[in-house]
């Protein structure tokens, strides 16, 4: 059984994949940062709901970024508390990735499409794509002000904030959720588990750095 954390935006949720290929059991709290009240209880529910305990799992997800600063250490904090008792090995999934996986037919429906997530305040990360999952990820850092500026040849627009707006231009938005991760994980294999827990480690700020950003 697989155990996953999605912690990198306003909306916190765990899931459960149960192994017989298509099971996923779920918890999610729609309403603002209550990650760190709200994934205990999900834990402790999705445990008793399959009838197992935390040292059945064989492994844990997490979210690694890019997203919400404390909401992606909240996550991580978690993950690793429940994994290194029992010696669960761990997998940190990119975020935006994981987004896109879950949305590549419609994101492959537009020329150029910019997904957008927000990091705080008026601060966003982004990536265009022309071809996904052909192309991979560039990230790009600033503000959404910024942004404009410089996307104004992407036709379509995708975000993980129901908060966020660009512009005049309509985004479709759609939360980010643990059971995304375990999709990804299952479908893509790109992101293995690791016995290592001293390797999990949020890429915000990591593999994701700023130097590496165009602006």
């Known amino acids: 059984m697989i155990f996953a954390v999605e912690s990198s935006s306003a909306v916190c949720s765990a899931a459960l994949y149960t192994g017989d290929g ?3 059991l779920q918890r999610e709290h729609p309403g603002p940062n209550r990650h ?10 999705l445990f008793l709901e399959a009838g197992i305990k935390a040292g059945d799992l064989a492994g844990i997800l997490v979210s690694g970024g890019p997203g919400s600063f404390t909401g992606l250490r909240i996550g991580m904090s978690f993950a690793k508390g429940l994994a290194l008792p029992h010696s669960i090995p761990m997998a940190v999934i990119p975020s935006m990735e994981s987004l896109m996986w879950s949305m590549r037919d ?3 429906r537009y020329d150029r499409a910019l997904c957008i997530f ?11 794509l022309g071809n996904y999952p052909e192309q991979r990820l560039q990230l790009e850092y600033g503000t959404l002000a910024e942004l404009e500026e410089r996307r104004a040849d992407c036709d379509g ?5 129901p908060t966020l707006s660009f512009g005049e231009r309509p985004v479709q938005q759609r939360a980010l959720t643990a059971e995304m991760l375990i999709r990804v994980y299952l479908e893509t294999g790109l992101w293995p588990l690791d016995a290592d827990l001293d ?8 593999e994701y750095k700023a130097k590496k950003w165009t602006k």
Request: proline share 0%; hydrophobic share 40%; no cysteine.
């Open 199 to 206: 390797r999990a480690q949020v890429m915000y700020g990591l």
């Open 106 to 108: 419609e994101l492959n």
């Open 118 to 128: 927000r990091s705080h305040k008026d601060q966003v990360f982004s990536a265009a």
């Open 157 to 161: 627009f995708f975000s993980n904030d």
């Open 36 to 45: 760190s009240e709200s994934l205990a209880v999900f834990a402790r529910e």
């Open 22 to 24: 298509q099971s996923v």
